[in-house]
C-alpha cells in the first residue's frame, strides 16, 4: 500500500495476556519508529530501527515490552503479561532518514 | 533532554479568521522542529519542519510557521482558517543527529466555528 498500515486497528486483551501489534512501513523506509499515545496527550517515543536493528530502545516502559524487525520491513511490537495501564493508542511511523516521518492510524489496545 | 510545550490545549476561532497556535522547546542542543496534525479518526500527518536555512517555514493547507531560536519558538500560523482545519495539532522537538526521534508536545485542539 501506499502509507503505513497497522494491525489489528483494535485490540481488546485481557489482563496479563501477551499481545503483538504489527506494523507494516513504506516500502524502502529505512527508518521506523513505535509511538505510544494515552488519551489527551501527545505521541510519546517507543523504539527506534534502522534496518533491521533496535538504534534506540530507550522509550520502552520496561522488560514486558519488546519489538523486532527482522527482515528491515515490517516490524511487531509484543507486550507480555499486559496491564491496564497499557491500553492506549500504539503508533508506527516510518521514515527514509530525511525527518519526515509517516505516520499510520495506530493500533487502539485496551487491556481488561 | 529535551521537551516541548503548547500553552493551549484548545483554541477556538471563526472561519477565515487568522490563527496562532504556540509552541515553545527546551533543549541543550540544536534541534530540528515539526508540527503534526490529526484529523479525526486519520494519522498524524506531518505540515512542516525546520531543519535548517529560512527560519520561515511553509508547509501544507496554508499553514507556516517560524522558528526563533532566542525565544525557542515555534508557532504555527494561518492567515485564514476553514472548518476543515478542525483538528489537534502537534508540535515536537528531534535533537539534531538523533535519528529524528521525536518529542511531542501534548497537543491544541483547533476548533474553527462557522
Known amino acids: 500500500g501506499a502509507g503505513v498500515s497497522q494491525t489489528p486497528s483494535n485490540k481488546v486483551t485481557e489482563k496479563g495476556k501477551y499481545v503483538e501489534l504489527r506494523c507494516d512501513p513504506i516500502?524502502?523506509?529505512?527508518?521506523l519508529y513505535w509511538y505510544r499515545q494515552s488519551l489527551g496527550q501527545g505521541p510519546e517515543f517507543l523504539i527506534y530501527?534502522?534496518?533491521?536493528?533496535?538504534?534506540?530502545d530507550s522509550g520502552l516502559p520496561n522488560d514486558r515490552f519488546f519489538a523486532v524487525r527482522p527482515e528491515g520491513s515490517v516490524s511487531t511490537l509484543k507486550i507480555q503479561r499486559t496491564e491496564r495501564g497499557d491500553s492506549a493508542v500504539y503508533l508506527c511511523a516510518s521514515s527514509r532518514g530525511d525527518g519526515g516521518a509517516f505516520f499510520g492510524q495506530g493500533t487502539r489496545l485496551t487491556v481488561v | 533532554a529535551q521537551s516541548v510545550t503548547q500553552l493551549d490545549s484548545q483554541v477556538p476561532v471563526f472561519e477565515e479568521a487568522p490563527v496562532e497556535l504556540r509552541c515553545n522547546y527546551s533543549?541543550?542542543?540544536?534541534?530540528?522542529l515539526f508540527w503534526y496534525v490529526q484529523y479525526p479518526n486519520q494519522g498524524l500527518q506531518l505540515l512542516l519542519k525546520y531543519l535548517s536555512g529560512s527560519t520561515l517555514v511553509k508547509g501544507i493547507n496554508g499553514f507556516e510557521a517560524e522558528f526563533n531560536k532566542s525565544q525557542t519558538s515555534f508557532h504555527l500560523r494561518k492567515p485564514s482558517v476553514h472548518i476543515s482545519d478542525t483538528a489537534e495539532y502537534f508540535c515536537?522537538?528531534?535533537?539534531?543527529?538523533?535519528?529524528?526521534?521525536?518529542?511531542f508536545g501534548s497537543g491544541t485542539r483547533l476548533l474553527v466555528r462557522p
Open positions: 516500502s524502502g523506509h529505512t527508518a
Open positions: 515536537a522537538v528531534s535533537e539534531v543527529d538523533s535519528s529524528y526521534k521525536l518529542i
Open positions: 530501527f534502522q534496518g533491521t536493528g533496535a538504534a534506540d
Open positions: 533543549s541543550s542542543v540544536s534541534v530540528y
